[in-house]
């Protein structure tokens, strides 16, 4: 028979759990388990490598018809694996304007947490692992080039991460998807197909449908080169998240106009998107983040005034120092005056 291609070979998954448990991930850990190819492997892999240590979470997203079929498919596959499985039940419908992935994403997490917080959880769970492969890492690439995005969006989704006292995995991210269903089909196991994963309005189906092709046969390497770029992306950012906070320690908080017109523009553009997003969970757009600049360079007299609209609010000049207040629902306006 011949060599599997490498793109399809199963035992890269192996390798990767090989890798994952290299880490010695804190035990027993739960499985977001959507039913779905990726995670029905992850499930599966789980659970031979540490009988009796794992659960499955599963996410009723109430979006489609289909999310109940999900469910019982989930309790079969769980109940023949003896993994215990623990079902959320979420409100993930979008309002108009919202992301409705985005949502769903929101919604999922806060599931998680509260899956962790519950009885019968709240003494073991640490470690919930998602099962994002190489194939997602680069349409996630490819969306943050696609939206014009930052360092902080072309670093992708990073392999380990904590929120809300729980560690969180992707031990897949370096296996291209392709692989995976391989593993699955080498040992005879299934998974649901999520209709809308088909569904070619959304712009990361798009990129899975018709971009990844072309970039598979002009680039074989692309998972590889992309996940390397956005694992530079990362690092870059964490430098700059700590130059931010420490100019913010020099500059004062609200910072004072003197000590920000001391740095450079990049710097000080670092600092005021790190201040703003910190103090206030504001992200200024790039034009509002030039015009405020603009205006601290500028504001080398007493009497010059700044008062720009910038996210849900304005940033003024009050005495020495810039700050930052929400503005009512319905206010507009920007101006700035010497
Ligand atoms: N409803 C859900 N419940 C629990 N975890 C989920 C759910 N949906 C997604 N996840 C987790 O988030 C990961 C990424 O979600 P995404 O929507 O990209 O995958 P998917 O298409 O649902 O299916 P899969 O990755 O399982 O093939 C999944 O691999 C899974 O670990």
Known sequence: ??????????????????????????????????????????????????????????????????????????????????????????????APGQSPEAVARARRYEAFEVLASTDQARAAIKTVVIAQHADDQAETVLLALSRGAGLPGLAAMPARWRRGGLVYARPLLDVPAPAIRAWLRARGDDWVEDPSNADER?????????????????????????????????????????????????????????????????????????WLMAAHGQTPTQAQLAALQVQIEACTTRGHRIDLKLGQGRVRRVGEVLQWQAEPAGAAGTSARR
């Open 202 to 274: 959304y712009t990361r189906n798009r990129i899975r449908a018709r971009l990844l092709p072309v970039l598979q046969e002009l680039f074989p390497a692309f998972r590889a080169t992309f996940a390397r770029s956005a694992a530079h992306a990362a690092q870059a950012q964490d430098i700059l998240a700590e130059v931010a906070a420490q100019d913010l320690a020099a500059c004062g908080q609200p910072p004072r106009l003197a000590a920000l017109r001391q740095l450079g523009p990049a710097r000080r553009a670092n600092v005021l998107r790190h």
């Open 1 to 94: 028979m011949p060599d599997a291609p490498p793109l399809a070979d199963p035992a890269a998954l192996d390798r990767a759990m090989d890798a994952f448990a290299a880490l010695a991930p804190a035990l027993p850990l739960a499985v977001a388990f959507s039913g779905g190819a990726d995670s029905s492997a992850l499930l599966l892999a789980c659970a031979a490598r540490w009988p009796g240590q794992v659960q499955a979470w599963h996410v009723h997203h109430g979006l489609q018809a289909a999310a109940d079929d999900f469910e019982r498919h989930c309790a079969a596959v769980c109940a023949r694996l003896q993994v215990p499985l623990r079902v959320q039940r979420v409100d993930a419908r979008a």
